[in-house]
């Protein structure tokens, strides 16, 4: 059974970088069965969908985030990561890594960041 | 972009007693339509892909259905641990992916 774990700072200044990453265990991140995404929730929202990546790199990102997001892969460490550009308050949330096959069905447990000077 | 509604926001309800939760789409998006549930602090648990079947582990009460732009989830008998917040998610014009805004279920 798949298990995923995002890591990362969980506090970001406004204008800089969110980084975070997902370590896949319990199968290889380099399965033709699989996507990769990540998922966010601001505190009290719904769930929004960043993007996606496929092992080989392809991605594919949500439109109103696309300017923003770049999502990479590391197949010899079985991780993939996330970067999200010119933060403001509005990316505080709890970030999700997920494994996806359409539907997400294997997720991390979240991790809080928040953004804030 | 496809955009989910789901109705009612919130769903005061017994436990042992019927839930019904809608969920519609902007335009039709097949049968491509998955259904999450998520409790507090954690992440969503997938319930049912493609409308109707059930993911693994999941209770027989839990049903789905629907096609096009109307889906509906149900729980036949309401357990203690179902109260929670549910989403919905469709595929459809994938890679695009879209969530529901939740509904909130809580115990009356």
């Known amino acids: 059974q798949l298990q995923l774990q995002e890591s990362g700072p969980g506090l970001v200044k406004p204008s800089e970088t969110l980084s975070l990453t997902c370590t896949v265990s319990?199968?290889?991140?380099?399965?033709?069965?699989?996507?990769w995404g990540w998922i966010r929730q601001p505190p009290g929202k719904g769930l929004e969908w960043i993007g996606s990546?496929?092992?080989?790199?392809?991605?594919y990102y949500n439109p109103s985030l696309k300017s923003r997001v770049t999502i990479s892969v590391d197949t010899s460490k079985n991780q993939f990561s996330l970067k999200l550009s010119s933060v403001t308050a509005a990316d505080t949330a709890v970030y999700y890594c997920?494994?996806?096959?359409?539907?997400?069905?294997?997720w991390g447990q979240g991790t809080l960041v928040t953004v804030s000077s | 972009e496809i955009v989910l509604t789901q109705s009612p926001a919130t769903l005061s309800l017994s436990p042992g007693e019927r839930a019904t939760l809608s969920c519609r789409a902007s335009?039709?998006?097949?049968?491509?339509l998955a259904w999450y549930q998520q409790k507090p602090g954690q992440a969503p648990r997938l319930l049912i892909y493609?409308?109707?079947n059930r993911a693994t582990g999941i209770p027989a009460r839990f049903s789905g259905s629907g096609s096009g732009t109307d889906f509906t989830l149900t729980i036949s008998s309401l357990e203690p641990e179902d109260f929670a917040v549910y989403y919905c998610?469709?595929?459809?014009?994938?890679?695009?992916?879209?969530f529901g805004q939740g509904t909130r279920l809580e115990i009356k």
């Open positions: 335009q039709s998006v097949s049968s491509y």
């Open positions: 319990g199968g290889s991140i380099s399965s033709s069965s699989y996507y």
């Open positions: 990546i496929y092992y080989s790199g392809s991605t």
């Open positions: 493609d409308a109707s």
């Open positions: 998610q469709q595929r459809s014009n994938w890679p695009l992916i879209t």
């Open positions: 997920a494994s996806e096959v359409d539907v997400f069905d294997y």
